[in-house]
């Protein structure tokens, strides 16, 4: 498997070398192919799947997230991403205080921060289409009513014809 040293991943993530260091020591994001193990002069080396981590983590920390908040954001999504869904499938959306996840190919947002805690999702197209097949339903029912009534006006108005004829 090819490993991208610690140079290479500053330059493919926008992370400084301090950040690096930094955040493999408080293992936020560690090299998975070779950690130094606090040795001088072995080298860290990075996966692909590392690099993701350094950029969403960066992204986070970059748009104004605690470094403990993104910890806690980040631990969760790789268990679920592990069991679950692959990273590349899910979106990360932020208010500012919290961190929700959100799979391509569901139809629900998770709070990243409390465990997976289902957040309040509404799906405004799956309303839509719900609404759209409600007004063609009722337009459907409105018109066999309608159809019904004028056959009972044309039957009363033969009625009223042939009595009085």
């Given at each position: 498997?090819?490993?991208?040293?610690?140079?290479?991943?500053?330059?493919?993530?926008?992370?400084?070398?301090h950040?690096?260091?930094?955040w493999?020591?408080?293992s936020?994001v560690?090299?998975?192919?070779?950690?130094t193990?606090?040795?001088?002069?072995?080298?860290?080396?990075y996966?692909?799947?590392?690099?993701?981590?350094?950029?969403v983590?960066?992204?986070?920390?970059?748009?104004?997230?605690?470094?403990?908040?993104?910890?806690r954001?980040?631990?969760?999504?790789?268990?679920?991403a592990?069991?679950d869904?692959?990273?590349?499938?899910?979106r990360?959306?932020?208010d500012?205080?919290?961190?929700?996840?959100v799979?391509?190919?569901?139809?629900e947002?998770l709070?990243?921060?409390?465990q997976?805690?289902?957040a309040?999702?509404?799906?405004?197209?799956?309303?839509?289409?719900s609404?759209?097949?409600?007004?063609?339903?009722?337009?459907?029912?409105?018109?066999?009513?309608?159809?019904?009534?004028?056959r009972?006006?044309?039957?009363?108005?033969?009625?009223?014809?042939?009595?009085?004829?």
């Open positions: 498997m090819e490993g991208f040293t610690a140079q290479q991943a500053t330059r493919l993530t926008g992370c400084t070398p950040q690096l260091r930094y493999d020591k408080v936020l560690e090299p998975s192919l070779q950690q193990g606090g040795r001088p002069g072995r080298r860290r080396l996966s692909f799947r590392d690099l993701i981590a350094l950029r983590v960066k992204s986070l920390l970059d748009n104004g997230m605690s470094i403990q908040r993104v910890r954001a980040w631990d969760y999504l790789r268990r679920t592990d069991m869904t692959h990273l590349s499938e899910i990360l959306v932020t500012g205080e919290t961190i929700f996840a799979a391509l190919d569901e139809d947002v709070d990243a921060l409390r997976g805690q289902l309040f999702f509404v799906a405004i197209n799956d309303i839509t289409r609404v759209e097949e409600d007004v063609t339903r009722f337009e459907l029912d409105r018109e066999r009513f309608l159809e019904m009534l004028r009972v006006e044309d039957d009363v108005l033969m009625e009223v014809d042939e009595a009085g004829g």
